[in-house]
């Protein structure tokens, strides 16, 4: 039994149906099913998917967005019966063999020939294939609930799921495309835990998200914002290697808009799918943080727009600034720069994140003394901008350090030291973690990320459509290291659990 991490029902690996991604209408045999226009390998509207996207407010554009080429599991029986008619067999014999198996030729008047095979084992994907001549075609798992594409292995391997949130602008969904760039490199080379992706190119929510890989790595284009409205899952093979014991997990990432939280009651059918996760990583921008209100953390550009308001314009009225402080005990442009900055309450907006979804859990019966309370990690992102500035507040603590492994360094007392300043700038800069259970009844683990590794600018492209593009060099700071560690620890808890 599993969880379908689209419509979230209980779905078995015997009972699910198929998609095929081309209609068979250039195929030879097709010509021997003239009339049967409502032959089950014809292309016909899938209402169930478009009633899931309906629920979820996803856009339908026309009617072609659900005109698929689908077999119901149940039409199993009426797709080789009416071929064995068409053929002159004894369709009155039984579909399935005594493994639950279909592998079954038809020859045509014409000679042609068809055959089709269905396979199905306990905890292991069902399997459909139509093959005639040098033509094959094999058909996706989806729902047979709501019809999305399961990716392969998906009943091979229990679940896991993982919710990435935070305010507007944060850098949710620059961070999960970063995190597929580069083969994957961001999370992957690791002995103890290694990812693979487990959907195809057949899955469009898929498709659409491997074309902004290309547009970042090809083109430097940021991936566009996250809007308000349900976003399929990523979904990721994970398998952790512990003391040559081998464990497995599919692990569903969900990319959702922060506002959606503190309008729970309005979102109910986007959000049933997030609360239903294992663990979270919050984003913070470091700009809506007491980091965002200090001079020496402000880009030249910044800096620039900052004494332009305060009336000083080049270099010789700072410098005349600067002197008269020592003449007549004014002000320094430092003080002057400081003052001009809106300071922002990011312990408050965290807060009230741990408020809301700590309310949506206790909603779903969830209780404080829960074993299965979600893990969550706050993550610094865009840490870019603050590299100097921390590494010269901190010294050489290897807080961006690339190459670090988020795993092997385990127990490692120099990375057991990082952590911990890591803490002493959340709790300088955005928030005392320890003191989060009062909203939460867990302790968040804290990271330093960004997903770029260099500034942003605005561009416009051939169709003067406005973008973001990366200014610099794309190179990711950690990206991958809260997703990995939470994942771990996940995987770990369940582990834990069965044995027990």
């Known amino acids: 039994m599993r969880i379908c991490p689209f419509c979230l029902s209980k779905i078995e690996s015997n009972n699910v149906d198929f ?16 009339g049967a226009d409502e032959f089950v390998l014809n292309a016909r509207e899938d209402r169930k998917y478009r009633k899931f996207r309906e629920k979820k407010k996803l856009s339908i554009t026309d009617r072609a967005d659900t005109m698929r080429v689908y077999v119901n599991h149940g039409e199993l029986y009426q797709l080789i019966n009416i071929l064995r008619r068409r053929c002159g067999m004894d369709h009155m014999e039984n579909v399935w063999d ?37 033509q094959a075609a094999r058909a996706s798992m989806i729902c047979s609930n709501c019809h999305n594409i399961l990716p392969s292995g998906f009943f091979h391997y229990p679940q896991i799921t993982v ?28 002995k103890v835990l290694h990812f693979t992706e487990a959907q195809t190119m057949q899955d469009s929510n898929y498709r659409e998200l491997r074309r902004k890989v290309m547009l970042l790595e090809e083109q430097g284009i940021c991936p ?6 349900f976003i399929a899952p990523v979904m990721l093979r994970a398998e952790w290697s512990i003391e040559e014991e081998r464990h497995y997990a599919m692990v569903c990432i969900y990319d959702a808009a922060g506002e959606l939280l503190e309008k729970a009651s309005e979102n109910t059918d986007i959000l049933e799918n997030i609360m239903h996760t294992d663990g979270w990583l919050y984003l913070i921008d470091p700009q809506n943080t007491r980091l965002g209100t200090m001079v020496e953390t402000l880009s030249q550009e910044n800096k620039i727009a900052i004494l332009e308001r305060a009336g000083i314009g080049n270099i010789y009225q700072q410098r005349k600034k600067q ?13 002057v720069m400081q003052e001009l900055l809106t300071d922002v309450n990011t312990e408050a907006q965290i807060r009230n994140f741990y408020n809301h979804l700590w309310q949506c859990y206790l909603g779903q019966g969830l209780r404080e003394d829960d074993f299965s309370i979600p893990e969550v990690a706050l993550i610094l992102s865009k840490s870019d901008e603050m590299i100097s500035f921390l ?6 603590a290897d807080l961006f350090n690339r190459e670090l492994n988020y795993i092997s360094a385990e127990g490692n007392e120099h990375c057991k030291d990082r952590k911990e300043i890591i803490r002493k700038i959340f709790e300088e800069y955005v928030i005392d973690v320890d003191n989060l259970n009062a909203d ?12 770029l590794g260099c500034s942003t600018k ?41 044995s027990e």
């Open 224 to 229: 566009d914002s996250t809007r308000g409205e």
């Open 98 to 134: 005594e493994n639950n198996c279909i592998d079954e030729t038809f020859t045509f008047e014409d000679g042609m020939e068809l055959t089709i095979q269905y396979s199905n084992k306990e905890n292991e994907d069902s399997v459909l294939t139509i093959q005639s001549g040098i």
């Open 163 to 190: 919710g990435l949130i935070g305010k507007k602008d944060a850098g949710k969904t620059c961070m999960l495309v970063s995190l597929l760039a580069n083969n994957m490199k961001a999370i992957n080379g690791s």
């Open 323 to 335: 002197q008269d402080v020592h003449k007549r005990g004014h002000r320094t442009v430092h003080d």
């Open 458 to 498: 605005q561009e416009n492209t051939e169709g003067e459509t406005l973008v973001y593009k990366v200014d610099g060099i794309y190179d990711p700071i950690r990206v991958g290291e809260a997703f990995v560690r939470t994942t771990m620890n996940l995987m770990q808890n369940r582990s834990e659990r069965n």
């Open 19 to 34: 998609l095929f991604e081309k209609e068979f209408a250039d195929w030879d045999f097709m010509e021997s099913m003239g």
């Open 440 to 451: 939460y009844p867990s302790v968040p683990d804290v990271y330093l990320a960004s997903a």
């Open 391 to 396: 590494n010269e507040k901190y010294g050489e």
